[in-house]
């Protein structure tokens, strides 16, 4: 991460997506903010996690934090919570990243009702990212995007 930061210099926003468990959580968010409280550009923090995400919101409030949302359509129970949002209220996020095939479902929908900021996550096409309209802003690697 250190390394990441010194390289990007504050040219860019970042945005540093938190993986994480119930085990290790509380130790990669105090780790990760002892190497951002010193950097000096914009970043904003995300996870599928909540408990991460509500850690920064009790520990670090100024910092933007955001959800990660999707349809887990296979996967344990846990995965499933996590992805349909049906525990956010611990992290309460500035914004909703929702898996941008995803963006007709109920969850999307439900979060855009109640007022959330969407953004997108991942388009890797000019595209995937004309035909979505719904988001306020996009997550997208492996191609530039035209203003």
């Known amino acids: 991460l250190r390394?990441?930061?010194?390289?990007?210099?504050g040219q860019v926003?970042?945005?540093i997506e938190f993986k994480c468990n119930f085990g290790n959580y509380k130790a990669?968010?105090?780790?990760?903010?002892a190497i951002l409280r010193d950097y000096h550009g914009i970043y904003f923090v995300q996870s599928f996690?909540?408990?991460?995400?509500g850690w920064y919101r009790r520990h670090r409030k100024d910092i933007c934090r955001g959800q990660?949302?999707?349809?887990?359509?296979?996967?344990?129970?846990?995965?499933?919570?996590?992805?349909?949002?049906?525990?956010?209220?611990?992290?309460?996020p500035d914004f909703i990243s929702f898996y941008h095939l995803?963006?007709?479902?109920?969850?999307?929908?439900?979060?855009?009702?109640?007022g959330a900021f969407p953004v997108g996550w991942t388009f890797r096409s000019?595209?995937?990212?004309?035909?979505s309209k719904r988001f306020r802003t996009y997550i997208f690697e492996l191609f530039s995007p035209e203003k």
């Not at 990660?68 to 309460?92: A, N, P, T, W, Y």
């Not at 995803?102 to 109640?114: A, G, M, T």
């Open 3 to 9: 390394e990441c930061l010194d390289l990007v210099n």
């Open 13 to 15: 926003p970042l945005l």
């Open 28 to 33: 990669l968010c105090e780790a990760a903010d």
């Open 49 to 53: 996690f909540p408990f991460a995400m």
């Open 68 to 92: 990660l949302s999707s349809v887990f359509r296979k996967g344990d129970l846990q995965l499933k919570l996590l992805g349909s949002l049906m525990i956010h209220v611990i992290s309460r």
């Open 102 to 114: 995803y963006e007709k479902n109920i969850p999307f929908r439900l979060v855009r009702l109640l």
């Open 126 to 131: 000019s595209e995937a990212l004309v035909k």
